[in-house]
């Protein structure tokens, strides 16, 4: 080869070499380096955590169910001897002299303001429920009324909301004029104390009686309208002690005692008038009140009793 050739061939080697080298290059630039990690998955593609699990809330037991029948028993078969009743004057005036007593006069205020016992506050019946306030449970108390009978459905009431401290003076304002004991027209500051707690129910039971009490207080005094009730069919219940009735007893009337009338409540009928009935008035008026709060509306008492009967020469019955 010429020289002239060979200078002539040496660029064309040189521009083919480069042209090689050129293209590996680009090859390799292609080609993702082996170092490199893969690109994360998406935040949505990603798998979701698992969700702690919720907490179980305990579930409060439920509240028992108010059972008025058994509020009203418990009172009635409690009862005391003396049937928390002050019989005697003279007893009465003791009481008022040697102790700290809060006195209710029951009757209405017309009644009240014309004369009263000294010392008495003024509650009439139909407003004892919501009076509550003015009346204390840690001193004694004592109820009168007219003749009564009133006293002896307020202190069944009050005994029956938690008033054990209450007690009836049965002879009530009649006796105590008819004895010439002195009467009041001054006017009587009345306390105040903490208001009771009541079960609401109950509360609502006996204010529900009481304030809806029709005239006459339920009370059946006169015997011929007694006698007129019996011909037309009343149920009579007489409410003294089993040996009380044994020895005589009006005639047709049944006999439960009053401490267990809660307890036999199937025996007495919804559908006709029923009257209570005892000795002397008192046991009647506190059973008639305990009825009517458990739902007994069509029940009445008769005060003159199996006393006021006998001593009419009406007809006696006996268990032989």
């Keep these: 080869m010429s020289r002239y050739n060979a200078s002539k061939l040496i660029p064309v080697l040189m521009l083919v070499l480069a042209l090689i080298l050129a ?61 928390m009743a002050i019989t005697k004057i003279e007893d009465f005036k003791n009481l008022l002299s040697s102790s700290e007593v809060t006195l209710i006069d029951v009757r209405e205020a017309d009644d009240y303001v014309k004369g009263h016992i000294e010392g008495a506050i003024n509650i009439p019946i139909r407003s004892l429920a919501q009076n509550l306030d003015k009346i ?17 459905m307020a202190v069944s009431a009050l005994q029956i909301l938690g ?10 304002f009649k006796a105590w004029s008819e004895a010439g004991e002195p009467a009041s027209t001054d006017a009587v500051e009345v306390a105040t104390y903490a208001a009771p707690q009541v079960e609401p129910e109950l509360l609502a039971a006996v204010d529900s009686f009481l304030s809806s009490m029709p005239e006459g207080f339920l009370a059946v005094g ?10 037309n069919g009343a149920f009579l219940v007489d409410v003294r002690e089993a040996a009380e009735y044994q020895e005589g007893h009006l005639p047709d009337a049944i006999n439960i005692p009053i401490r267990t009338l809660a307890q036999n409540l199937d025996k007495l009928p919804k559908d006709k008038p029923v009257f209570v009935y005892c000795k002397s008035g008192h046991r009647a008026a506190l059973s008639t009140a305990a009825l009517q709060t458990l739902g007994y ?24």
């Design 23 to 83: 293209a590996c290059g680009g090859a390799q630039q292609a080609v993702a380096p082996a170092s490199e990690k893969p690109a994360p998955l998406a935040a949505a593609q990603e798998a979701p955590q698992a969700e702690a699990p919720a907490k179980e809330v305990a579930a409060e037991p439920a509240q028992a169910e108010f059972d008025l029948t058994a509020a009203v028993d418990a009172y009635l078969s409690a009862i005391p001897e003396g049937y």
């Design 136 to 152: 204390p449970m840690d001193k004694p108390v004592v109820v009168y009324c007219a003749s009564g009978h009133r006293a002896g």
């Design 163 to 172: 008033f054990s401290n209450a007690r009836a003076f049965a002879p009530s």
């Design 222 to 231: 006169d015997i011929e309208k007694f006698k007129e009730a019996i011909a």
């Design 297 to 320: 509306t069509n029940v009445r008492a008769f005060p003159p009793g199996f006393a006021g009967w006998e001593q009419a020469g009406e007809p006696v019955a006996a268990v032989k």
